[in-house]
């Protein structure tokens, strides 16, 4: 009997080192980028974790410039980037063994406070609006009141496709207001009746309203229709062709089973 106890004893012991050893070789992959990225990606990696336990993901928010630049350089920690657009011909240069996979799609919202009669708007009068043409609301269909045009920084992904689907060769005007957050946006239009903004269409919620464009209401469907025409991509990036943990990750998220995962985000899948 007491022999029997010792090897039992031993065995659970093998079995504790082993199982340490198991616990130890659980890989962490990091991920940097834009918020409307990191969201969905946060949430979809609960579940690929349920699936890999031997694989954690982490993220954390950066601005597309920032993320492109810590991957293309190959920055130690962060095996990934998180970015809604593509990279312009200066960061190709740069960083030319950037891989980029697009797993997703969005849309931009215009959007103004609540309280605002405004229903939609055509492109020529957001554009003349966001050129300096326009400064009263009155002018569209509003109350009386001076506008206040919002923009995104340089670089903004969601800058990139508003300026391409809208605002053709003009150039936001002097006036307009840059903010460097789709948050810090969309707060401000919530508290200024004035204000006149965008954002993701995911991020829109009820504290702010968006406008048709074109007689089309920013909805995903219309997005998938190709009826709105103000959309984003959603895109992973990697130093190089992606190995290992990120691999595995990137593989799922671009498989039916991860595309079903994106479209439960209530975002449009990229592939079909």
Not at 167 to 189: I, N, T, Y
């Amino acid at each position: 009997m007491f022999k029997k106890t010792v090897c039992l004893t031993i065995a659970f012991f093998i079995l504790g080192i082993l199982g340490v050893h198991f616990a130890a070789a659980k890989e962490s992959i990091v991920g940097l980028g834009v918020r409307g990225v990191k969201d969905p990606i946060d949430r979809i990696s609960m579940v690929f974790e349920k699936k890999n336990p031997l694989i954690a993901i982490s993220t954390k928010e950066e601005t597309g410039g920032v993320a492109i630049e810590t991957i293309g350089k190959g920055t130690p920690g962060y095996n990934f980037g998180m970015i809604t657009r593509p990279l312009n011909d200066k960061e190709k240069a740069a960083y030319p063994d950037v891989r980029a996979f697009l797993f997703a799609k969005d849309g931009v919202a215009i959007v103004v406070h609540p309280d605002n009669p405004v229903k939609g708007l055509t492109s020529a009068q957001v554009r003349d609006i966001y050129s300096g043409k326009v400064t009263n609301w009155a002018e569209v269909g509003g109350e009386k009141g001076v506008i206040t045009a919002l923009i995104r920084e340089e670089g903004s992904g969601q800058r990139v496709a508003f300026e391409k689907a809208v605002m053709e060769a003009e150039k936001p005007g002097p006036r307009a207001r840059v903010l460097g957050s789709m948050g810090g946006m969309k707060a401000e239009v919530e508290i200024d009746r004035s204000a006149i903004g965008y954002i993701l269409i995911t991020a829109v919620g009820d504290s702010v309203k968006a406008l048709e464009l074109d007689g089309y209401a920013a909805t995903l469907e219309n997005v998938k229709a190709g009826t709105y025409v103000v959309s984003v991509p959603f895109y992973l990036i990697t130093k190089g062709d992606p190995h290992g943990a990120t691999k595995t990750f990137i593989d799922y998220l671009m498989s039916p089973e991860g595309q079903m995962a994106v479209k439960r985000q209530d975002l449009a899948p990229a592939v079909r």
